[in-house]
């Protein structure tokens, strides 16, 4: 049972990205799925949370900004990222919610960096 992140790197400010987290060993679509990030010196946070059924949540620095989403044939959540700030550079994960609480221990998640 595992999710792995995928599809970080390095944009200019103003720029896209899309994150995928694929989930394997267990029905993604199940669950309430979270987009934390970890930026360095400070603590890791909650960006995005998409319920098995409910409201969806963004923080509020990336609300109008960020989509979260889920692909039940493909078993993957993402996390479409548009008009990124430097503010947005962090370590990006996801994980299984059990409320607000992560279920899984850390995978290595993907690297964004906003960079001019």
């Known amino acids: 049972v595992q999710v792995v992140e995928s599809g970080g790197g390095l944009v200019q400010p103003g720029g896209s990205l899309r994150l995928s987290c694929a989930a394997s060993?267990?029905?993604?679509?199940?669950?309430?799925m979270g987009w934390f990030r970890q930026a360095p010196g400070k603590q890791r946070e909650l960006v995005a949370r998409i319920p098995y059924a409910g409201r969806i949540y963004y923080t509020d620095s990336v609300k109008g900004r960020f989509t979260i989403s889920r692909d039940t044939a493909k078993n993957t959540v993402y996390l479409q990222m548009n008009s990124l700030k430097p503010e947005d550079t962090a370590v990006y994960y996801c994980?299984?919610?059990?409320?607000?609480?992560?279920?899984?221990?850390w995978g290595q998640g993907t690297q964004v960096s906003v960079s001019s």
């Open positions: 994980n299984v919610l059990d409320g607000l609480r992560p279920r899984f221990d």
């Open positions: 060993g267990f029905t993604l679509s199940r669950n309430d």
